[in-house]
């Protein structure tokens, strides 16, 4: 089979030629369904519904990344710029999926931050939630998750990130790092809350498409001085495919400047196909990412080898396996890959990790059409996603680890622990133990499974 069989010899990409003799580019096996057209039931609601009743509803209410993100006009989330990018890339599907069940609010709820003293000396000097102090965090939440969810707010940060686009060079965003080969990563997610947002708005697709070419082409103005590094490096395979939907469905005559861009980011990101002969010392996200890759350039290619590439994308999931893997369908990652013999369970995996596998197991399904895939969508979700939340009544999602970690019964501070490149607290449940990244980017595990349920296939006739 493909998973005993050597590793298949990497296909060219050629993508500057290719793409533009054959006009178009390699049809997936599947098509998704666009954002705004499932409509979850059943079980799978309730995991929505509890999302949006916890964290997700309610980081743009307290939290300082997501309420006064620069995205927004505010001062937070800098260095990188990703946590509103992150949370809005699963906000958005998150709003319509609940939109199309008729769930447009919901009553407050009691996460496991609830201090009983502290909730009611606020609620009592501020019933109206309105002139709320400068207090703690934890204190503010309280109070303000008694609001429930109302009113999401989807589109008071897209359009602010719209009519805020700079009007000379079509970047969108801070633009703070403007020599810096990193800066490309930052907006990365926007775009993909962007497309999604196009989707789910087919009256507004064409001005909001308009706005992410607009980006794509600064963008690639800048590339050609500018090269990438660090994130933006690694992670390039999701601009790709920020690329590839742009031409795919309204490239509104930037077909050739949109596949140049592509075979800027392949030639300037880093070679996963190298990268995954030997993944140990690499980031357990970028990994997660880098799943995809080998879809992501089929997609840009003629279609000749698609078999090839099915057996490549194949490959690294059962390499992966081979070394790390847990029983969830994840793999050991404690922010960086161990060394193969050292890859034991207790180091756990980062929820990051978790959520992008996930996307990049859907992607690769709707590419290659394996139902192998679809398979370890499922097994991760099912397993890992739901042990890294804190359920005090039976699964709410209030609080989170930043590593799970499948053999270990307790979740407390912990020094010495095994695994290595994270803090004491990184097995713990709360509000942003270790990093912060994973409280903003867990939003997209559930929504896009939801999302990725459901494809069409074209066939004669």
């Known amino acids: 089979s493909d998973l005993d069989s050597a590793s298949p010899t990497r ?25 705004g057209a499932t409509t979850p039931r059943g079980w799978l609601l309730k995991q929505l519904v509890l999302q949006a009743e916890g964290l997700s509803g309610h980081l743009s209410q307290f939290w300082d990344d997501i309420q006064n993100s620069i995205w927004i006009g505010g001062k937070a989330d800098g260095d990188l710029h990703e946590r509103a990018p992150y949370w ?31 909730c009611a000396a606020l609620e009592k000097a501020f019933p109206d939630c309105k002139d709320i102090p400068a207090v703690r965090p934890l204190d503010q939440a309280c109070l303000l998750y008694r609001r429930g969810w109302e009113s999401p707010p989807v589109d008071k ?15 969108l965003g801070p633009d703070d790092q403007p020599t810096g080969g990193d800066q490309y990563w930052g907006p990365s997610n926007v775009l ?35 090269k990438m590094t660090s994130w933006a490096a690694f ?78 994308s194949r490959q690294r999931m059962a390499e992966l396996d081979a070394q790390y ?6 793999y050991v990652g404690d922010e960086l890959m161990p060394d193969g013999p050292l890859s034991s369970p207790s180091r756990g995996i980062e929820l990051c990790g978790v959520v992008e596998s ?8 709707s590419t290659h059409g394996d139902p192998a895939f679809g398979d370890r969508v499922e097994r991760i979700a099912y397993n890992a996603l739901p042990a890294t939340w804190a359920s005090p009544r039976g699964g709410d999602m209030w609080a989170h680890q930043y590593l799970q970690a499948v053999n270990e019964v307790v979740a407390v501070q912990s020094n010495p622990h095994l695994w290595t490149h994270d803090n004491d607290m990184s097995e713990t449940y709360g509000l942003a133990p270790n990093f912060g990244c994973c409280t903003a980017n867990f939003n997209q595990g559930w929504p896009k499974l939801a999302n990725g349920l459901f494809y069409t296939v074209e066939r004669e006739g």
């Open 325 to 330: 893997g847990l029983a969830t369908g994840m």
């Open 157 to 171: 940060y897209v359009s602010y990130i719209m009519a805020h686009q700079n009007n000379e060079t079509g970047w």
């Open 235 to 312: 992670r390039w395979i999701d601009l790709a495919f920020t690329a590839e939907w742009v031409l795919a469905n309204s490239p509104q005559g930037h077909e050739e400047e949109l596949k140049e861009l592509i075979t800027m980011l392949h030639d300037q990101g880093d070679d996963w196909d190298t990268i995954f002969q030997d993944p140990h010392g690499e980031h357990n996200v970028n990994v997660a990412q880098g799943l995809k890759s080998a879809a992501v350039e089929y997609l840009a290619s003629d279609g000749t080898n698609a078999s090839a590439y099915t057996a490549l």
């Open 88 to 118: 809005l890339n699963g906000f958005v599907p998150l709003a319509y999926l609940l939109k199309n069940a008729n769930i447009t609010e919901l009553d407050g709820m009691a996460g496991i931050y609830k201090q009983t003293a502290a």
């Open 358 to 365: 996930m996307y990049s197991y859907n992607i690769m399904l």
């Open 11 to 35: 296909p060219a990409m050629r993508l500057s030629a290719t793409l533009a003799l054959a006009g178009s580019a390699a049809p997936p096996a599947f098509h998704r369904l666009p954002t």
């Open 192 to 226: 993909q809350s962007l497309w999604q947002y196009a989707e789910a708005e087919p009256t507004k697709t064409q001005e909001v498409v308009a706005v992410i070419i607009k980006h794509l082409l600064a963008m690639k103005k800048r590339m050609e001085t500018i």
